[in-house]
């Protein structure tokens, strides 16, 4: 195993599990996104519903219908 160059491998060793765990523990508020979402994602299907193109419509329909199901939601 390489060392520091003051020969402390221990401390790097520590620093770098510290790192990787510290990373590792933050985790995603799911109800924070859905419930943050939820009138936006409404709104935008209104919108796509009454002036946006063909494509556009299938496109946000379904990007809405895939949100909606990680959310638990069915439309």
Wanted: one cysteine or more.
């Amino acid at each position: 195993m390489p060392t520091l160059p003051n020969g402390s491998t221990r401390l790097g060793l520590c620093l770098m599990l510290t790192l990787l765990l510290s990373g590792c523990a933050a985790a995603l508020n799911d109800s924070a996104i859905c419930d943050g979402t939820m009138q936006s994602r409404t709104s935008h299907a209104a919108a796509l519903a009454a002036d946006g193109g063909p494509r556009s419509l299938v496109t946000g329909a379904l990007l809405i219908q895939q949100i909606d199901a990680g959310c638990g939601l069915t439309r």
